[in-house]
């Protein structure tokens, strides 16, 4: 199984970059994660890389094992809440965030908010996760399609996040997979994949031969169909298994 991947983040036409993204490589087994400060929350940015540093520094400690997904998702949720307890900021420090994990006999993805992680195999999308957004609800209730989320008014209503108190967890966690050839991975935050067609992705991802120049190519459509629109900040992270 050959991996290769490749991130990238960008603040677009923002003054500063609440979007964050991470990897680590540990024997063998990868961890990716991205994360989206809430926009009107003044430390959208430092929760975000709070998000992604605790995800990463658990994995240094205990590698892609059966507790990792769930563990990663509380110890993150719990550094957000401590903070905002020590500086009485109760309506800061939330972030969206997706993880994915991935060794020789298994794969696995969690997620909470709107940034997504689609699935691609021999090319073809074969799923993405489903926002907890106002938006997705609509979909799931019949009343819109999956493809007028992007254009909807009210697309950056979300209605879970990490750094909000739960009774119970707020995030999915994916039913874990074997690797196959032919996979690839998209993880993007709501800036990349709002201004870019699934069809667009995968028209990239069977025209690149590499993973950088499919997350090159989608960036630049990304950048074409947000001109003049004040760009919000965007960040993806692309995985191919060969």
């Known amino acids: 199984m050959l991996i290769s991947y490749h991130l990238l983040s960008n603040r677009g036409d923002r003054s500063n970059n609440e979007d964050c993204v991470g ?7 990868y961890c990716f994660v991205l994360a989206d400060g809430l926009g009107g929350h003044e430390r959208g940015e430092v929760a975000s890389r709070m998000v992604v540093d605790a995800s990463v520094n658990l994995f240094k400690e205990t590698g892609f094992d059966e507790f990792f997904m769930r563990n990663a998702f509380e110890i993150a949720q719990e550094d957000l809440i ?23 006999s298994m794969i696995n993805w969690g997620h909470i908010g709107d940034s997504r992680l689609y699935l691609f195999k021999n090319k073809k999308k074969v799923l993405h996760t489903l926002d907890h957004s106002v938006p997705q609800f609509l979909v799931n209730a019949g009343e819109i399609e999956d493809k007028d989320i992007r254009n ?4 950056s209503m979300i209605l879970r996040a990490m750094g909000i108190e739960w009774e119970r967890p707020k995030y999915d966690i994916a039913i874990p997979l074997e690797p196959e050839s032919n996979m690839a991975f998209l993880m993007a935050t709501d800036g990349f994949w709002e201004l870019i067609e699934d069809e667009d992705m995968e028209k990239c991802l069977k025209k690149t031969k590499n993973v950088h120049e499919w997350l090159k190519s989608m960036e630049q459509i990304v950048v074409e169909n947000g001109a003049g629109r004040n760009m919000d900040n965007y960040s993806a992270i692309g995985v191919l298994i060969d």
């Open 82 to 104: 401590k903070r905002q307890i020590e500086e009485i900021r109760y309506d800061d420090y939330k972030s969206t965030m997706v993880l994915l994990c991935i060794k020789d």
């Open 152 to 155: 909807h008014p009210d697309r």
């Open 23 to 29: 990897s680590y490589e540990k024997d063998g087994e």
